[in-house]
């Protein structure tokens, strides 16, 4: 045991690197937050004071006292809360299909949903929007919704972690007299909670930091996601509200990010693991 621990520590030069690599990535995160304690006037004489005292909280009493920023963030809560849930049922329903049942077809469909991966946003992106114009769901919840139910990646991410699982408990179930609807969701769902949870945070992850369709979707500002509202004041409002201000909207906006890896920071890594085992 003491020679694999040896094996696996890291050596100076190793952890001076993936240090500096580590430091290399924060080093944005911790400009934004410096700029966001800072005062506007201040910043707009010098920005590189930015690592020096005073600091200020006047940018986020700002947000707290007259913003758009909490309508914004309302809305993507609602947009990627939908979408994640919509992912999970989707996927596990279909991982489940491709997984574990035989119809005719099978591998054909499964090929074909993969080869979702392979066509880019841009290339559907016109008859997306025209289609959804016809149907009336732009500036609308569902609008912004439905098109990120599409995850060729979820799909193949829970087949995977579904054909990890051992058929004798298929066998067992339903010599039990339980139903394929019983199997799936009181024996098979409840062993692929890692695999669902690092699914909802990926998926939750790519719909708050969202911008393309968001972007084309949403043309009224009480629709606005955090990313489109963001870049509005961004572009019609940083001279006026001052780069301090869009700072603390940014690192306001990136706290429920944040959150939302903590709590499930031990599911991602344990259903990455079991993921490459398999």
Not at 248 to 253: E, I, L, N, S, T
């Amino acid at each position: 045991m003491k020679g694999l621990a040896d094996r696996h520590r890291l050596t100076p030069l190793a952890l001076a690197g993936l240090s500096l690599a580590a430091l290399v990535m924060v080093a944005p995160l911790l400009w934004t937050v410096a700029l966001s304690l800072k005062s506007n006037a201040e910043l707009m004489r010098d920005s590189g004071t930015a690592f020096s005292a005073p600091y200020t909280l006047e940018n986020y009493r700002a947000i707290l006292q007259g913003s758009q920023v909490f309508s914004w963030l309302l809305n993507s809560l609602i947009v990627s809360l939908g979408t994640t849930l919509g992912v999970l049922a989707l996927c596990s329903l279909a991982g489940y299909g491709f997984a574990r049942l035989e119809f005719p077809g099978r591998r054909a469909l499964f090929v074909l949903v993969l080869l979702g991966l392979a066509v880019p946003e841009q290339a559907v992106i016109l008859p997306r929007h025209q289609l959804f114009a016809d149907l009336g769901l732009h500036n609308s919840y569902p609008g912004l919704i439905l098109p990120g139910l599409a995850a060729p990646f979820g799909v193949f991410f829970m087949a995977q972690y579904f054909r990890g699982i051992p058929r004798e408990l298929d066998e067992a179930a339903l010599l039990d007299g339980a139903s394929r609807w019983t199997l799936f969701w009181k024996v098979l769902l409840p062993l692929t909670w890692p695999a669902q949870a690092t699914l909802g945070v990926f998926t939750f992850l790519a719909s708050w930091n969202d911008y393309w369709w968001p972007l084309i979707s949403a043309t009224r500002s009480d629709r606005f996601t955090l990313t489109v509202g963001l870049a509005s004041s961004q572009m019609n409002y940083a001279q006026t509200s001052g780069l301090g201000y869009l700072m603390a909207q940014a690192v306001f906006a990136a706290l429920p990010i944040l959150i939302v890896y903590a709590l499930f920071q031990k599911q991602i890594v344990g259903a990455m693991a079991g993921a490459a085992a398999r």
